[in-house]
């Protein structure tokens, strides 16, 4: 039984990460990218991480395989969005396809203060 | 006794305390030293004319051997005799000639200290402590040429004859050490018993060389001679007493020294004899051409040193009689000759012989001096002189078949010492005196004195021989023998050839007295051939070592930090290439390796084309990068390879390491200059030699099997005695704590450092 | 097969080669940013290499590394936005 | 013997490192604990010599892991000889530091930086494990970086650069060297791995590693051709480090290479031929160097260089003579060169230039302070009886015993060219004419300086160059020491038997 | 950097890792840990605070120049080395309590030199960063 | 502010005992010592801290996150796997009824954790979170799907 | 397995030493950093290596008993490596520094010191 769930969870695991490794390679911008890895990663890890307690049976590896999934999942969305941002003001350019572009002007490019003023209609325009 | 040598030494060094009492008048009370030290050897006379040595032993350095054993024979006592006795004269001299002097307790200093270094020379019979005293002579030599260290020309010949003397010296020295090395032993006396085996010895040539190189740099022979008129910078008092009468005379004692040492061998004696013939010749026809009255003297000073070579070399016992008797002549003409040139350039302002005549008519006392050790020079008798060259005629003529030649030369050699005497002593006082030395009046009896008492002894020995004959010419030449000669000076021998000889050179030179006038014109003529003399040779030789030097220099040390680690790399790479090709039995045991599995093969993929990469990416950044990459895949090894805290280490390093880069690179400009293709191929090269050796050296290594003592002892009782179960960490802070320890601090300093480099900025007066 | 084999032959090989393919991504760029994604991919692949390696050798002490990659992983990224923000103020 | 006290020349240094990390900002304190726990040091160092000397080699198991398992620190009379060189080069400098190191370094971790060198040197000295000396070498590297580089000015910038590369570059390479030792023997105290070197069947291998040992401690050492980095750096920091840097660090180098190629790799025919004519190009490349220099600390510099190729002369004949030669040569050397390091300061701080074209009337001006200066310069060059002197005798005549002739002519061309660079330096810096030389403005010329600052600088001066004198003059007690020590270097079952206990008779 | 997400999250991770740290550190001699990883990781955990909330606050909270942690781990590790000389014993020989403690396990002059290797390592790494943040 | 402080200490007092995998008394009472020195050396006065009383809430709400990202990544996969791609994305400006940086910050980890949006930024006013999404195709449905999914649920628990 | 590490090692030697010479500073200080990381490798290797079994003694036993990975290279390369990270710190900083006063990163334009001057 624990050797079988064992087995699901870390190939379920497994395969989000591949999934996460194709999609970086594959997705067409960064935004996209990062939108990808993040989750699936978290996902992909938090699985085979969950195998493991299993595998192990002890609380005390439990209750820190159950810290490590607190913190991803703390962290992951954090360095997603600091990236995305940082990576924004760089002015990476997002996919040709892309609809909507609501930050475009927003940021201040000395003082990087964000506003958050909604623009008149004729100025947003698609990308 | 050991007193006595090193007085001059002492006296030296309290000369800087109390120099500034005895500047004025005082100065004089200095000379007690050399007098009573004159008086003290004088005393020991009648010992050593009845054939006593006295030797006295001080211990220095037992563990070596090397230790003050003074050895008072015959020529040393002649030797100490001249140096205390001319140094006392030089002395008194000095404090009228320097009087009021800004420096003149230094130069009493240096005196003192050559005077200590002299004494110590002559009287050791330690071949080391000889050499000791030798460049103490050197040494204060170079002091006293330079000290008018204002003008550039006083400054270069003082390194000019430090350059020769310390050239010759080391040879010395290697020479002093060689004989030790074959004989045993550093005692003279000791060395004396020991002829034969020195003479057989596959070295003796070696020594021969070295022990040559020495004694002609120190008495300026021919083609080292050229240091000795650049050394006539020195005030005169310094050119009387080192350059004529003593230390230059130092390489002639060493000869007579080492004659029962190393003499009565064909080497030995062709040797000097050419060489001495040659510097005796050339030095003499220079002598001739000169203007400046210490030039002249210098190169007969120089011609009289190859006579007394050329004596040494012809070793029979008349010759080396001869170089007795000839080494005290000398001495006592041309000490007196260049105290009168100091007179003569301290009243008159010019030494120039040409515009010199008549200073007969105002002052009288320093001609009849200066007269007096002319005709010494000349060998006019009743002179001591005469009887000098007499013997010296005697010796060549008495040498088989080489006679004529060899007697020739000295006739020839001798008339232009003649003629160069003259010049010096005689030019300058008969004939009219120039109005613009009307006025010129008498020095100081301090000053003219002493060249008198000079001059005088010249002739009372040549009138009075006994007097010096059995209570010190014997023993010195005893001593040169090393055994006991029979004869007497006498200044008549009857007719003979030899007279004969006499007066055909006192003709000569006479002759070439009233023939040669000396002017500009006639130097002029002379100097043409000074591109090939060996002065413009060697100092030619120099420069271009110099240059070459600096060539090599600027090559190897080109600033360029790649070159500098190229040149590392390859000697590392071509040692281990020959070690490892020449030494090492090459194979693999396959059999020990481990199997290899995917996941890891993947990971060392990974590895090495990041490693390609961070060496090829045109970003610097991204290099940073992949250099992350690579850490994070070594990491995965350590965890692979069951090391959890080298992983877990490795990985939060790395990431800091990446991380400071980033930081740092972020305001750094564009890289943008590349190297060219031929460098990048070459540094490939000589990089993936270096890797693959390395590689190779890896592979062979573990072939071998490897002992495990002290990982077991850890296992064993890591638990047990350190109370912990991780094993690394229990190493780490226990087992090998003190590593540990040492890691933290390394840490700190590189902590400080960072803070200290980007925090502190001088201000500019911090600016150094 | 057993669980272990399973893990060593099937799981950890398509980590592996999961971490060579965002590796592609890495060496393709073609921003820094992207780099950073992938080098934090990598990382977080690593954890998941670890943890099925920690169950594989029987050693749950592995896992404790796992924690300490997460968190340098999010310094590493934290640094690199950081970077990237401070250049772009500098330009 | 064992005597857990003797790592407390390494303790002293330290705790007063820490110590003058709590005083951080307050200068003056910091220049009295720095000279004051010198002192202290100094004497912990002569009293440990004086024991070694006494009673024999004295050990202590780190952690009271008997060896070959713990790290072993171990006293013989060359180590101990060293820390006490050390301390009094480091006493001198700390002196010296006083007077002539800029307060905004001082503010900066100067002095705590100088006593973590000193410690990581003693460390080196005192440590009887191959590991933990890879170790202490980088305790002198981090600190030396530190220092070389403490003010950040340009030419000190470009100097570390080259400093700092070969440096790494040689610690890689006594890395590597040590991971292949450990490969083939499994094993890191010295003294064992004396017996299981000797003991090991691929001399091929052992000869490898032995190269590469070589090498990493070439580079420290500065040997040719491994040296370049020296001339390019060592000038470039204030006179104070440049003393301690050119009186102690590359000698850490030769003493490493002395301990490692008399206990562990005992040089064979190649490796004798391949020290010899790396020893002598040495001395002809610094002393060459040292010919057409015009800075006096780079005349200084590349002599160092060259008296390098001495010592290394000495280990290259391997008798016991020519090692006790170098033994002395190393006292003289470290005293002299320290010594002359602070004079190019003083001078530097008399004149505000290193500049022999700019230098002169230094002898005319202070007559008294020209004298002291002479003692170490013309004991450098070894004008007998003075300190460079004595260990020619023994290297010459160990040349003719071996019949290597060519490091014969080595060494006394070397001490030749040291002979000339050294008199035209006098002439040109203490005779030449200097009335009509520029003046610096921004400079606190020595005049200026407050008396206690100009004491500071004079006293290290004297102080080394009486001990120089003592070397020269009293030779007989130094010599007796080296050949104690030369002895030791040559017969090591006293230092492997204090180690490991008595060796039994089954192991060659 | 001014983003809220980012400071909100940093001011929760810091007293976790610092938690984490020690744990680390403690553990080290049963388990992979130890005095240098733990004090990295504490130094990580202001690192991540400094980047959220700029360096003046990080320094605040840590209250002291964290250069100042160098003397005091290196006197603490000091100590613990030491401490044998004073009976004689030799350098670093361990000293240990005779009963263990609660939660830590044996306390002897071991962990005494892994919290003077923690501090140092704090110090190190702050010291190191901070100044070449302060100077960008 | 004391209950507050309190309570973070027990919190983290009782992640020090899972941590170590001691749950003994003692374990807790060390983890508790120590978390409150920790806390003591890491407080400055300016701080107001709700965090720790929503202790259990948040842990709560971890396990309904579970199954948000599970369903997100499935969508993604789909995507990711299959040739063609099917998104439409966009940055879309959304206004925030959350107030206080925990709320907000916490809603932006939320929607960054799910299927295929991604918190780019949140304006420096804080009315405004800047969300990157992958499937964009009516823009004011995807910001009502936001205010009334997550962070009404997000709210209701915070509040 | 251990051939294709021993291809590693040699590689990043090589790549090492490549990149020591190029005339870049910081290429040159990642040299380093890579030679180190080479010779951190090595003592590993050379240590033998032993797949999954770390050296720590489990909660039950008092030593370690079956075959485990020698702990003596590991311990070394720790040091080693926190060594190397202090000494690579202060020479990252060294880049920042030498910009700032020379005003470049390329070697070629940093040798005056051996200049006479
Ligand atoms: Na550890
Ligand atoms: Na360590």
Redesign the interface.
Known sequence: MTEISIAILSTLGAVFIFLAAVGVVRMPDLYLRISVTTKAATLGIGLILIAAAFYFNDLSITSRVLAIILFMLLTAPVGAHMLGRASYFTGVKMWKNSEYDDLKGKYHPKTHVLSSEEEPDDVKKKV | MLLSVLSGFLLAACLPVIGKQIKGNLSILLSALPVILFIYFLSFIPGVANGETYHFTYNWVPQLGINFDFHLDGLSLLFTLLITGIGSLVFIYTSAYLKGHVYLDRFYGYLAMFMSSMLGLVLSDNIITLFIFWELTSISSFFLIGFNNDSEASRKSSLLALGITGFGGLFLLAGMILLGYVTGSYSIVELMGQTELIHNHPYFVLILFLVFMGAFTKSAQFPFHFWLPGAMKAPTPVSTYLHSATMVKAGIYLLARFTPVLGNHEYWNTTLIIIGGVTMLYAAIHAVFRLDLKGILAYSTISALGVLVFLIGLGTDDALLAASVFILVHALYKATLFLVTGIIDHETGTRDVSQLSGLNKVMLPVGIAAILAAISNAGIPPSFGFLGKDLIYEATLHYGDWAIVLTVAAVLTNICLLFAGFLAGIKPFLGKLPQKYEKLHLPSPLMYVPPMILAGLGIVFGVLPMIIDSPLIKPVAAAILNTSPDFHLALWHGWSVVLLLSTITIGGGLGLYFILKPSEGLLAKATRFEPISPMSIILRCTRIFESTAKGVTNVLQNGYLRYYVISILTFLSVLLAYKIFKGIDLYVNFGKLTEITLYEAIVLAIMAVSIVFTVFTRSRLVAVAAMGIIGYSICLIFLFYSAPDLAMTQFSIDTLTVILFVLVLYNLPKYLKLSDTGSRVRDGMLALIFGGLISLLTLEVLNEPLEREISAYYAENAYTLAKGKNVVNVILVDFRGADTMVEIIVLSIAAIGVFSLLKLRLKSIEKE | MSLYEYLYYIILPLLAISILIIFVRFLKGPTLSDRVVSLDLIITTGIGIIAIYSIHTNQPTFLDIAMILALIAFLGTVAFSYYLEKREKND | MSNPYIILPIISQLFTAILLMFFWTQKNTQKAISVIMSLVTLGISVWLLTIVLKNGIHVTQAGSWEAPFGITFIADPLSSLMVLLTSLAGLAVSIFSVGSVRNARVRFGYFPIFHFLLMGLNGAFLTGDIFNLYVWFEIIIISSFVLITLGGEKAQIEGSIKYVTMNLLASAIFLTAIAILYGLVGSLNMADLSIKVANLENRGLVNVTAILFFVGFGIKSAVFPLHFWLPASYHTPPPAISAIFGGLLTKVGVYALLRVFTLIFVPDEFMINLISWVAGLTILTGCIGALIQNNIRKVFSYLIVGHIGYMIAGLGMFTEAALIGTVFYLIHDIIVKTNLFMVSGLIFKIKGTFSMRNLGGLYKEYPKLSLLMAIPIFSLVGIPPLSGFWAKLFWVESGFAIENFMLVAFIIAGSFLTLFVMAKLWAEVFWKDGDKLPKKINVKYFWELKPLKRTAMVFPIVFLSLISLYIGLGADHVIQLSTIIGKQLMDTTPYIEAVLGPINESQP | MKTIIFKTASSYLLPLLLLFAIFILLRGHYLPGGGFVGGLIAAIAFVIHSFANGIEKTRGIIKFHPGFLMPIGLALALIAAIAPLFTGGALMTGLWFENPVPVIGMVGSALFFDIGVFLVVVGVTLTIIFTISETI | MIKTKLLSNMLLAIIWVSLTGNFSAEGFVFGFLLSYILLWLISTSRRDDKYFTRGPKIIAFFFFFIYELVKANLQVAYDVMTPRYYMKPGIIRIPLTAKTDLEITLLANLITLTPGTLSLDVSDDKKVLYVHAMYVSDKEAFIHSIKNGFERKLLEILR | ????????????????????????????I?G????????????????????????????AS???AEI????????????????S??????????????????K?????E????????
Do not use: H, W
Not at chain 7, 10 to 22: C, K
Not at chain 7, 47 to 59: A, E, N, S
């Open positions: 397995m251990e051939l294709l590490l021993v291809i590693i090692i040699g590689l990043l030697y090589a790549a090492g030493i490549y990149m020591m010479l190029r005339r870049s500073l910081v290429k040159l990642i380093l950093i890579l030679l180190g990381n080479g010779a951190n490798l090595l003592i590993f290797l050379l240590g033998r290596i032993v797949k999954g079994k770390p050296p720590i003694i489990d909660d008092y030593v370690l485990y990975a020698d702990p003596v290279p590991q311990a070394l390369i720790l040091t080693a490596i926190v060594i990270f202090g000494l690579q710190a202060f020479a990252i900083i060294l880049i920042k520094r030498a910009y700032k006063v020379v470049t990163d390329d070697l070629d940093m040798n005056a010191t051996d200049e006479d001057l």
